[in-house]
């Protein structure tokens, strides 16, 4: 069974730091790309970031650019979001998610991170 | 673009229920392929893909689920509404980047 766990996320402050990591099991992680997908409270689904299956290429959304970085440990099965200048519309559940067929076919349960004074 | 009509679907159980995804441009893959999807999200839940490439049910899914297409105008329809479909429904697509619907809340 294909199991994604995200963990790190909390509260921070404005211009602030974190680190997401996404646990991967039940799957050949170091065969697939992986992405980062997050949620504002009460909004919509926005795709933040993806990486290729050995990290040597990144992608992001242009929200984001330049202060998220995207990168895996294949030996660890482990994603990670790094995160800088946190803003408050950064607020969110970030979710990891695997591709396949064109989408996503396995999401983890997400974490919260919140930007707040 | 992808633009989701309606945003808010107020239906009753046992009557069909339909979501339309309209994408600004056409979606054909340089593949060949159409990566449209269908996501269902639960409250307090990840979503869960229901479809994809336009039509092809995820294991699982109750075949009163069904998706299709006309140009680039997408539909999800639900034949008879049970309780466990409320929540709200993304389209996304996944050929020119990855790019999602603005969801469509089905409630009871």
């Known amino acids: 069974e294909v199991q994604l766990v995200e963990s790190g996320g909390g509260l921070v402050q404005p211009g602030g730091s974190l680190r997401l990591s996404c646990a991967a099991s039940g799957f050949s992680f170091r065969s697939y790309y992986m992405h980062w997908v997050r949620q504002a409270p009460g909004k919509g689904l926005m795709w933040v970031a993806r990486?290729?299956?050995?990290?040597?290429?990144?992608s992001y959304a242009e929200s984001v650019k330049g202060r998220v970085t995207i990168s895996r440990d294949n030996a660890k099965n482990t994603l990670y979001l790094e995160m800088s200048s946190l803003r408050g519309d950064d607020t969110a559940v970030y979710y990891c998610?695997?591709?396949?067929?064109?989408?996503?076919?396995?999401w983890g349960q997400g974490t919260l991170v919140t930007v707040s004074s | 673009v992808l633009t989701q009509s309606p945003l808010s679907l107020p239906v009753t159980l046992g009557q069909p229920a339909s979501i339309s995804c309209r994408s600004s441009q056409s979606l054909v893959h340089s593949d060949g392929n159409i990566y449209l999807n269908w996501f269902h999200q639960r409250p307090g839940q990840s979503p869960r893909r229901l479809i994809y490439?336009?039509?092809t049910r995820e294991s699982g899914v109750p075949d009163r689920i069904s998706g299709s297409a006309s140009g680039t105008d997408f539909t999800l329809k639900i034949s008879r509404v049970e309780a466990e479909d409320v929540g709200v429904y993304y389209c996304m697509q996944g050929t020119r980047g990855y790019t999602f619907g603005q969801g469509t809340k089905l409630e009871i």
């Open positions: 490439k336009i039509s």
């Open positions: 990486i290729s299956s050995d990290g040597g290429s990144t």
């Open positions: 998610a695997r591709p396949l067929n064109g989408g996503f076919d396995s």
